[in-house]
């Protein structure tokens, strides 16, 4: 549906309005079991899937993930170099993009059907949506299929990267078997609520929402990586984001990823009646109920919300980080910022999402 934003000029700058009296909701209220459940099935999608920037040990890549659709089985993912840096009043921005489906089922369709049907997955790179290259650096994404995942490299894997077609190891899609795809009950869906308004407040996040470690500080040259799920919170208008920082530890047997920490964040979203976003908060959570995995306050590190950013093309200087938000620690000896508004308007002004 083609919608149509009207701006107002004048002594009042932009009329908000709330939505329309008995229009249909562009989302649903979930319970908090449900909430709950999408975030710990994201949670161990997350524990299986890796993010790997090549030939540098200081860069330190995200991969966002969140579900597609309102079944159960199917994900979207972005994946993107770490391109925040710079000091305080002199930040700048600049990535590479990496992005992906992921699919899975409960029983594959073997080729022998003598074998037994068991439980695939299918990885597939978004080449419109990514910056596909053709030298280092590049990024691999990987998931673990076998049924308890232990790091790298895993005993059933499928993986793409960024690699154009007719490079070498240029990787666009893999499909693969696996019992972990049970185990981990990735082809489930907790609630069958989420919308397509929902699934473009996760693409907005998925583009604007960044975290780093080599802003305000030099970087770390320890490999880490970060996966970052995104999925709803009970309210209607709240949406939540959960920042793994993964670190490698290598040795003369191989490389392992370790969770080595887990930051929660809340997303107030708000917009008027022909859905478009106009304000917003985003918090630090102290804590991760539900989740067997404890949280940090904060982190050590910050996050930003900023504009989207044309990958691989352009970049961002310290105006466009004025204009966003940020929350966390600038690094960790640093106090933690809380809280802080977004203005969502301003931010997607000049994108396809205003």
Not at 76 to 104: C, K, P, W
Not at 286 to 303: E, F, M, N, R
Request: glycine share 8%; with cysteine; net charge negative.
């Amino acid at each position: 549906m083609r919608v149509t934003f009207i701006f107002l000029v004048g002594a009042s700058a932009l009329l908000l309005v709330a939505p329309t009296a008995g229009a249909a909701p562009l989302t649903n209220p979930l319970t908090d079991s449900q909430a709950s459940c999408d975030e710990l099935q994201l949670e161990r999608l997350a524990l299986r899937v890796t993010l790997v920037q090549s030939s540098s040990d200081f860069a330190h890549p995200s991969l966002l993930l969140w579900r597609s659709g309102p079944g159960g089985g199917s994900y979207a993912g972005l994946a993107v170099t770490d391109g925040i840096n710079g000091g305080a009043g002199f930040l700048v921005r600049s990535e590479t993009q990496l992005a992906l489906d992921l699919v899975t089922a409960a029983t594959g369709d073997p080729l022998n059907p003598a074998r037994s049907l068991l439980p695939r997955a299918t990885l597939v790179r978004r080449d419109q949506d990514s910056n596909l290259v053709t030298t280092d650096p590049f990024l691999t994404v990987t998931m673990a299929l076998e049924p308890v995942a232990v790091g790298l490299p895993p005993m059933v894997p499928i993986a793409i990267n960024n690699l154009a077609a007719g490079t070498a190891a240029a990787a666009a899609s893999a499909s693969a078997a696996g019992r972990g795809i049970t185990v981990d009950d990735l082809t489930s869906s907790c609630e069958n609520l989420l919308t397509p308004f929902d699934q473009r407040i996760f693409t907005i996040l998925s583009r604007t929402v960044r975290v780093s470690q080599c802003a305000f500080s030099s970087c770390n040259p320890d490999g880490s990586a970060y996966t970052i799920t995104l999925f709803r919170g009970a309210d209607p208008q709240t949406y939540r984001a959960n920042a793994y920082l993964y670190s490698d530890l290598c040795d003369n047997n191989g490389c392992s990823y370790i969770l080595s920490e887990k930051v929660a964040y809340e997303f107030k979203m708000n917009w008027d009646s022909t859905g478009s976003l106009t304000t917003g908060e985003v918090t630090v959570l102290p804590t991760c109920a539900g989740s067997p995995i404890a949280c940090s306050y904060g982190g050590g590190y910050p996050l930003f919300v900023l504009p989207p950013l044309w990958a691989g093309h352009a970049h961002q200087g310290q105006h466009l980080f004025d204009l966003g938000a940020r929350v966390g620690n600038d690094n960790p000896q640093s106090p933690l910022r809380p809280q802080a508004t977004i203005n969502w308007q301003a931010l997607l002004a000049k994108s396809a999402w205003n």
